[in-house]
């Protein structure tokens, strides 16, 4: 069986932003073109350039990045043109979907300290060049490196006061402060840091979007370190370190918080039901389902549910007024628990088979094959369907990748 996707563990001691997220991708050896291939696709290929240098903070090394744009005042515009422009773009479906999950937070984070409608947050606070770079380009990187689970240790948000483009604004930035009110993301203390911005809104809405969660890291096995420096002189080294790793186990039980909607429908045909269904699923929702129920004056309706992360919110209802005749959607957080769990591929003698497996609490193991990839290979071999699927699972409990084809199974 193939090896899983990777764990990552963002170390942010000093807090959280976009360049130094970038820089650690890029000292880890992500290379530049992975950055540059989708900012082109965006039509920002003359807009930037990487000013890019190994440096110290403290004593220890790691690479410095800023971004440096090619044009002194880029023209302003909202995040409804912005989003509207990253929807169009011909960006890998799964990258597109991880960028505007982070505008997304980030522009909603700005309306609600602004008090304005999130399609008219303006542009020089969501999406000027350098903030797409950094948010491309992490999301971008973070992919390339195949990371499955990233964990962020909580970052100090800062104290003081900052100039921006509403004046000065006190520290924690307002944006920074809405993020981890809104998804209950926890802040370390900012206590006997100097006063100054330590973590940014981009590079918080970055992890509020890719965090499976904020705590300490795990017992791990580190396999590459990258380490990117902030530009801020500080009383102490100003890093942030990506490390790559393989997860000591996976038997351990894992919470996640899930938003729901729900919305009871009695006045669509199946085919309808089952178009908005799947528009809800190729939207990012983690699961789908109907139930039947009967409504008032006895008429037959269904009730369609929605499990997803929270920040795919505002995407999914999009979604559900665009496809669905229900006027209302409930929408509520709930607690997941669940068991880790790997992805792979089993070379089988019938060709490939993609394998999900988790392990239980008391230690065993909860292998699934999938289920088109056997359709296929019976189809191809002309072999029962449950035939294949218990020889299949046989070679993932042997772990016999090598194992002589027999003539059937």
Same mark, same amino acid.
């Given at each position: 069986?193939?090896?899983?996707?990777?764990?990552?563990?963002?170390?942010?001691?000093?807090?959280?932003?976009?360049?130094?997220?970038?820089? +650690?991708?890029?000292? !880890?050896? &992500? @290379?530049?073109?992975? #950055?540059? =291939?989708?900012?082109? %696709?965006?039509? *920002?290929?003359? /807009?930037?350039?990487?000013?890019?240098?190994?440096?110290?903070?403290?004593?220890?090394?790691?690479?410095?990045?800023?971004?440096?744009?090619?044009?002194?005042?880029?023209?302003?515009?909202?995040?409804?043109?912005?989003?509207?422009?990253?929807?169009?773009?011909?960006?890998?479906?799964?990258?597109?979907?991880?960028?505007?999950?982070?505008?997304?937070?980030?522009?909603?984070?700005?309306?609600?300290?602004?008090?304005?409608?999130?399609?008219?947050?303006?542009?020089?606070?969501?999406?000027?060049?350098?903030?797409?770079?950094?948010?491309?380009?992490?999301?971008?990187?973070?992919?390339?490196?195949?990371?499955?689970?990233?964990?962020?240790?909580?970052?100090?948000?800062?104290?003081?006061?900052?100039?921006? +483009?509403?004046?000065? !604004?006190? &520290? @924690?930035?307002?944006? #920074?402060? =809405?993020?981890?009110? %809104?998804?209950? *993301?926890?802040? /370390?203390?900012?206590?006997?840091?100097?006063?100054?911005?330590?973590?940014?809104?981009?590079?918080?809405?970055?992890?509020?979007?890719?965090?499976?969660?904020?705590?300490?890291?795990?017992?791990?096995?580190?396999?590459?370190?990258?380490?990117?420096?902030?530009?801020?002189?500080?009383?102490?080294?100003?890093?942030?370190?990506?490390?790559?790793?393989?997860?000591?186990?996976?038997?351990?039980?894992?919470?996640?918080?899930?938003?729901?909607?729900?919305?009871?429908?009695?006045?669509?045909?199946?085919?309808?039901?089952?178009?908005?269904?799947?528009?809800?699923?190729?939207?990012?929702?983690?699961?789908?389902?109907?139930?039947?129920?009967?409504?008032?004056?006895?008429?037959?309706?269904?009730?369609?549910?929605?499990?997803?992360?929270?920040?795919?919110?505002?995407?999914?209802?999009?979604?559900?007024?665009?496809?669905?005749?229900?006027?209302?959607?409930?929408?509520?957080?709930?607690?997941?628990?669940?068991?880790?769990?790997?992805?792979?591929?089993?070379?089988?003698?019938?060709?490939?088979?993609?394998?999900?497996?988790?392990?239980?609490?008391?230690?065993?193991?909860?292998?699934?094959?999938?289920?088109?990839?056997?359709?296929?290979?019976?189809?191809?071999?002309?072999?029962?369907?449950?035939?294949?699927?218990?020889?299949?699972?046989?070679?993932?409990?042997?772990?016999?990748?090598?194992?002589?084809?027999?003539?059937?199974?």
């Amino acid at each position: 069986m193939q090896q899983p996707g990777r764990l990552a563990v963002v170390d942010c001691p000093t807090g959280l932003a976009g360049n130094m997220l970038l820089a +650690a991708l890029l000292d !880890l050896g &992500l @290379p530049e073109a992975v #950055v540059h =291939e989708p900012l082109s %696709a965006l039509g *920002l290929a003359e /807009a930037y350039r990487f000013e890019l240098q190994e440096a110290r903070s403290g004593g220890l090394r790691g690479l410095q990045l800023q971004v440096a744009l090619t044009e002194p005042s880029p023209p302003h515009r909202h995040w409804g043109a912005l989003r509207t422009q990253l929807a169009a773009a011909p960006l890998e479906p799964q990258l597109q979907q991880r960028v505007l999950a982070v505008f997304s937070q980030l522009a909603n984070a700005e309306a609600a300290v602004h008090g304005t409608g999130a399609d008219q947050v303006h542009f020089h606070e969501v999406g000027a060049v350098d903030a797409l770079v950094d948010v491309v380009g992490v999301c971008a990187g973070l992919q390339h490196f195949g990371i499955t689970e990233l964990i962020c240790t909580p970052p100090p948000a800062g104290h003081g006061r900052v100039s921006t +483009a509403h004046g000065w !604004l006190p &520290l @924690p930035a307002p944006a #920074v402060l =809405e993020l981890a009110r %809104a998804r209950q *993301l926890p802040l /370390a203390s900012s206590e006997g840091f100097p006063p100054a911005e330590l973590t940014t809104p981009t590079g918080m809405a970055l992890m509020a979007a890719w965090a499976d969660r904020f705590a300490q890291a795990p017992a791990l096995v580190p396999e590459a370190v990258g380490v990117g420096l902030g530009t801020r002189q500080l009383d102490r080294p100003n890093l942030l370190r990506l490390v790559l790793a393989q997860p000591q186990g996976v038997s351990g039980e894992h919470q996640e918080t899930l938003l729901q909607q729900q919305a009871q429908i009695d006045d669509a045909s199946g085919e309808d039901l089952a178009f908005l269904m799947d528009a809800l699923r190729n939207s990012g929702a983690l699961e789908v389902f109907s139930q039947a129920l009967q409504m008032k004056k006895g008429r037959p309706a269904s009730l369609i549910t929605v499990l997803a992360r929270p920040e795919q919110a505002e995407a999914l209802r999009a979604v559900w007024w665009r496809y669905g005749s229900s006027l209302g959607v409930r929408e509520q957080q709930l607690q997941r628990w669940s068991l880790p769990r790997e992805q792979g591929v089993v070379e089988t003698p019938w060709g490939p088979v993609r394998i999900k497996r988790s392990r239980r609490p008391d230690g065993s193991w909860l292998c699934k094959p999938e289920a088109d990839d056997l359709v296929v290979l019976a189809l191809r071999h002309q072999l029962p369907l449950a035939r294949l699927r218990r020889a299949v699972l046989a070679l993932v409990d042997d772990d016999l990748t090598t194992a002589a084809p027999p003539p059937h199974p």
